[in-house]
């Protein structure tokens, strides 16, 4: 089940923060890796309209995982 369509990242690229929206879903937990697969964070229990913080992350690109009743989706997300 993807549901790409109601989970909105921005800014993209991003200095610091990551504000996340979905429209279908009421809460998620999120996952950042990188492109190698390894963990940068896990935040439990995301309402809509919660940021993610990436600082002290260094730049360049990750991949941020939404998991909720509704599915799982990707989203590439781009540090500077």
Do not use: C, W
Not at 9 to 19: A, E, G, H, R
Request: charged residues 15%; neutral net charge.
């Amino acid at each position: 089940n993807n549901s790409n369509s109601s989970v909105k990242l921005y800014p993209n690229p991003t200095s610091d923060k990551v504000q996340v929206t979905f429209t279908s879903i009421s809460l998620a937990s999120i996952v950042v890796y990188d492109l190698q697969g390894k963990i940068i964070s896990t935040v439990n229990e995301v309402t809509s309209g919660d940021q993610i913080s990436l600082e002290g992350v260094q730049p360049g690109i990750y991949m941020i995982k939404v998991i909720s009743e509704a599915g799982n989706s990707s989203h590439r997300i781009i540090k500077n």
